[in-house]
T-cell receptor, first 114, second 113 residues
Framework: DTEVTQTPKHLVMGMTNKKSLKCEQH?????MYWYKQKAKKPPELMFV???????INESVPSRFSPECPNSSLLNLHLHALQPEDSALYLC?????????????FGEGSWLTVV | AQSVTQLDSQVPVFEEAPVELRCNYS??????LFWYVQYPNQGLQLLLK??????LVKGINGFEAEFNKSQTSFHLRKPSVHISDTAEYFC???????????FGTGTQLKVEL
């Protein structure tokens, strides 16, 4: 069982809607991640937070807005998305400064933009 | 920059047969290597990882992998597969000192009766 919990599991939204994806972990990890995965493709890194501060933004469009309210929570705010943004969005977490940290993934949130 | 190559996009195999999924990487620095499995409609689960030490790494569900530095490979093996092993398998590399995973394109393992 994964210890990274994502909600909702499925989300359908229109191109003018504002919605959010939520992620929670209770493993004491201080690094949290958002990945995007299209069908039949590997996950692609979007954002990394270390100690609740954004440390990596992989040139993601501004219609995706991450937020890390505390060390256990990670949100992804969605606004004015396009149909091509439909994908599986994976949250993950890990320790920060140890070498070779294992990154633990959640089950993902399936997003469909109509 | 690091990269990962999984040459086989699909590997069909009969149940109870052995299987090897190939992974090659390139990097100019030391790396850590991972294998993840993704069952249909699920997230990724760690199978095993290589950090240092013994080049033969054992993971969950009877899988093992061997790190070969000279060939820059990290192939995944299982001596006898089960129907339940049907899934997508991703090899990934992380450069030392970082926390960014770079994934290969994945290999779909399909186990048939």
């Amino acid at each position: 069982d994964t210890e990274v919990t994502q909600t909702p599991k499925h989300l359908v939204m229109g191109m003018t809607n504002k919605k959010s994806l939520k992620c929670e972990q209770h493993m004491g990890h201080r690094a949290m991640y958002w990945y995007k995965q299209k069908a039949k493709k590997p996950p692609e890194l979007m954002f990394v937070y270390s100690y609740e501060k954004l440390s990596i933004n992989e040139s993601v469009p501004s219609r995706f807005s991450p937020e890390c309210p505390n060390s256990s929570l990670l949100n992804l705010h969605l606004h004015a998305l396009q149909p091509e943004d439909s994908a599986l969005y994976l949250c993950a977490s890990s320790q920060v400064w140890s070498s070779g940290n294992t990154i633990y993934f959640g089950e993902g949130s399936w997003l469909t933009v109509v | 920059a690091q990269s990962v190559t999984q040459l086989d996009s699909q590997v069909p195999v009969f149940e109870e047969a052995p299987v090897e999924l190939r992974c090659n990487y390139s990097s100019s620095v030391s790396v850590y290597l991972f294998w993840y499995v993704q069952y249909p409609n699920q997230g990724l689960q760690l199978l095993l990882k290589y950090l240092s030490g013994s080049t033969l790494v054992k993971g969950i569900n009877g899988f093992e992998a061997e790190f070969n530095k000279s060939q820059t490979s990290f192939h995944l093996r299982k001596p006898s597969v089960h129907i339940s092993d049907t899934a997508e398998y991703f090899c990934a590399v992380m450069e030392g000192g970082g926390n960014k995973l770079t994934f290969g394109t994945g290999t779909q393992l399909k186990v048939e009766l």
